[in-house]
């Protein structure tokens, strides 16, 4: 069976046709770039009025982004995300920890789909990943995560929206679109 599909959010409007995985693979790289370009500008943004030694930490991550962005390496969300955070960090997160915490998390929504048998439904990441979050279960000591909607647009504190944050407090902004 043949797919058309066609997206204008963000870009001139682009047409894809071929089969159903060959479009999924399209929307998901297509939204992948979209999220990555909007990383791009908010360092842009973040430059203005900074010290030389921050606009080179931010400068660095653009840089790395950017190479993710034309292809010159792997497009990665997981470190796109860690490097915008770590940049307004001046650099003080850990890759390595913040890869462990989220294949800790992967490894136990793994087996809590293992253990309803659900394994074989396409959305079993995504009601795993909404239950651990809502949900007071072992595997999240019993503390479901809370949506900060005080400062839900990190108007007061920019770092209430990223995940470094959302992760170390179960508290902030999240989005299981991801």
């Known amino acids: 069976m043949k ?7 963000c870009f001139p409007t682009i047409q894809y046709s071929g089969n159903q995985q060959n479009i999924q693979n399209l929307i998901i790289r297509e ?9 791009l500008v908010l360092y842009q ?6 010290t030389n030694q921050r606009k080179k930490i931010y400068q660095k991550a653009f840089s790395e982004i950017s190479k993710m962005l034309k292809n010159e ?12 955070e770590s940049a307004y960090y001046q650099n003080t997160l850990n890759y390595e920890q ?17 253990q309803r048998g659900l394994q074989n439904y396409k959305t079993s990441g995504n009601w ?12 999240n000591d019993f503390k479901p995560y ?19 944050k959302l992760m170390r407090t179960n508290f902030g902004v999240y989005s299981i679109d991801y």
């Open 3 to 9: 797919y058309s599909l066609q997206i204008t959010a």
């Open 73 to 84: 390496t792997k497009i990665d969300f997981k470190k796109a995300v860690f490097l915008t």
């Open 98 to 114: 913040f890869n462990s915490e989220i294949t800790l998390i992967t490894t136990k929504l793994t087996r809590l789909i293992q």
């Open 146 to 164: 809370v949506y900060d909607f005080v400062d839900f647009m990190g108007e007061k504190d920019y770092s209430n929206m990223f995940v470094t």
């Open 128 to 139: 795993a990943v909404f239950t651990y979050m809502t949900d007071s279960l072992p595997i």
């Open 45 to 50: 943004l973040n430059l203005i009025g900074q």
């Open 31 to 39: 939204m992948t770039r979209t999220i990555l370009i909007s990383i």
